[in-house]
């Protein structure tokens, strides 16, 4: 990159170092977007830069992939449901070992070796996450009733990165809780000025099967509308209803974005164009 370059790059990102510094940003990651090892390494590497530019980065995380690697291992066999995985007893305890005993870990691990640190905790850590049941036909999936920020404020207070895996408290013991409805959570409570999902599609699409209609943006009423017309599909009606929620609850931005891209994060944050499907109040 020729000098030049540079100096226009960094012009066009100084209005938004400024907008951002000093901002609570809640940050969703999970999917297949998790699985490369060097993909993975370059947003914990973003994270680090945004900790840098004075930026309050919140990390929650699933771990789809790596869960039906271990049941696969232990022959448990995976059930959905309206994009949630169907979580009985055996699935549950899977779903612990995995985000909270590796995941979380191997997240904190390469966080600590980019140079910032950070601290892992799952949503049942200080009663962060509270859940209910979903229904009884998917087990032990909850819906969170309550975030209590206390614990994560404290590690940001702190100068650290909280990394939160998406396993909450209920009633009767631990519940796994859609990662994207936790973030939304989080970011409401947090009173978050950006919530980002970093996952493994570029964005919403008009067509799913046209790559060329990405949609830029939208405004909650449209985002409504979309979620309400049944168009959606797998995955992506979670995600978009815990978009929705979000907006409800008062974050002013969400965005989606392919975290298989390289450095997504920071074209989106820090450029004017931006990338992925950027949602609005208005």
């Known amino acids: 990159m020729k000098n030049e370059e540079m100096a226009l790059l960094f012009s066009e990102a100084t209005p938004y ?7 609570t940003m809640v940050i969703k990651y999970g999917g297949n977007a998790m699985i490369n090892e060097t993909l993975k390494n370059a947003v914990m590497n973003d994270l680090v830069t945004l900790t840098l530019l004075g930026v309050r980065v919140v990390l929650v ?8 690697e271990m049941l696969k291992k232990v022959g448990v066999e995976s059930h959905f449901a309206g994009g949630l995985r169907v979580t009985d007893d055996d699935t549950m305890e899977a779903v ?12 904190v691990w ?7 640190n950070a601290v892992g905790i799952s949503g049942a850590d200080g009663k962060t996450l509270k859940a209910v049941p979903v229904s009884p036909e998917l087990g032990r999936v909850g ?28 009633p009767d013991g631990f519940f796994n809780v859609n990662a994207d409805e936790a973030a939304s959570a989080v970011a409401e409570a947090l009173h978050a000025d950006k919530l980002i999902y970093l996952t493994d599609v570029d964005g919403l699409f008009a067509d799913v099967n046209d790559k060329g209609s990405l949609i830029r943006s939208l405004t909650k009423a449209e985002t409504k509308s979309i979620l309400a017309s049944g168009e959606l599909a797998g995955g992506m009606v979670p995600k978009v209803r815990s978009i929705v929620e979000a907006m409800d609850r008062g974050v002013s931005e969400v965005v989606i974005l392919n975290g298989k ?5 920071l ?10 499907t950027l949602f609005t109040q208005e």
């Open 267 to 276: 074209l989106e944050i820090f450029t004017d164009a931006g990338v992925g």
């Open 143 to 170: 819906h969170i009733r309550e975030v209590s920020p206390e614990l994560i404020e404290t590690i940001l207070d702190d100068d650290y990165i909280p990394v939160i895996a998406s396993v909450a408290c209920g």
């Open 110 to 116: 390469a966080l600590n070796e980019y140079g910032h």
């Open 17 to 23: 170092i400024q907008k951002y510094h000093g901002k």
């Open 261 to 265: 891209s390289p450095h997504s994060l």
């Open 61 to 68: 995380h699933g771990g789809g992939p790596a869960i039906n």
């Open 96 to 107: 612990q070992e995995v985000l909270i005993g590796k995941v979380n870990q191997q997240l």
